[in-house]
């Protein structure tokens, strides 16, 4: 395997057939694929499934990545674990001048900055391998919830009561700390 991905498939033992390979999605490589999200790995590792097949110097990827995975309830903070089956299409064209071949004219410098609605499920491949872990990382990124729930009847964070909040060894969430202390200088000026 090559030091530049996880997910990385040597193009040279592609043709139009293709080829089916599976990998292992590790809970490692998803921390650090959703390093600065909310949503983290949960449970045993995921999987990654999909049929390679090379046209011409064109790669055509379909695939499932199935994971665990778990995010905080956007009303109380509380676990919602998800189970995403993301389907992943993408037809990679090769990045550099060279690659192209006869015919072909590869994109100027290599890279779109700015990809056309018609070429949305398009992108490139640099060097004999196709590297898919971006490709990974986006399909999860993009089937996740927007405002996930641990349930559609979840009120969400609650306070305490008096009674409750005066108890010894009461536990109250730090977040909610400054709104206590804005009620209690609302109470002491009245």
Known sequence: MSS??????????????????????????????????????AGPNGHFAAHLAKTGNDVLVQGQV??????????????????PHV???????????EAAGPG??????????????????TDTYDGDEVVLDRFVREAILLESPTFPLCSEACEGIRP???????????????RLLPLLELAKRREWKE
Do not use: N
């Open 87 to 97: 389907e992943l299409t993408i037809l990679l064209h090769p990045a550099s001048p």
């Open 4 to 41: 530049r991905g996880t997910f990385v498939y040597p193009i040279h033992d592609l043709d139009a057939a293709g080829r089916d390979v599976e990998f292992v999605v590790t809970a490692s490589w998803l921390r650090g694929a959703l390093e600065g999200c909310e949503m983290q790995p």
């Open 160 to 174: 305490a009561s008096e009674a409750a909040s005066s108890q010894k060894g009461a536990v109250t969430d730090p």
């Open 104 to 121: 072909r004219k590869a994109r100027p410098g290599g890279v779109d900055h700015e990809i056309p609605p018609d070429e949305a499920d």
């Open 66 to 83: 199935d994971a665990t995975l778990v995010i905080p309830c956007a009303r109380c903070l509380g676990p919602v674990e998800l189970r």
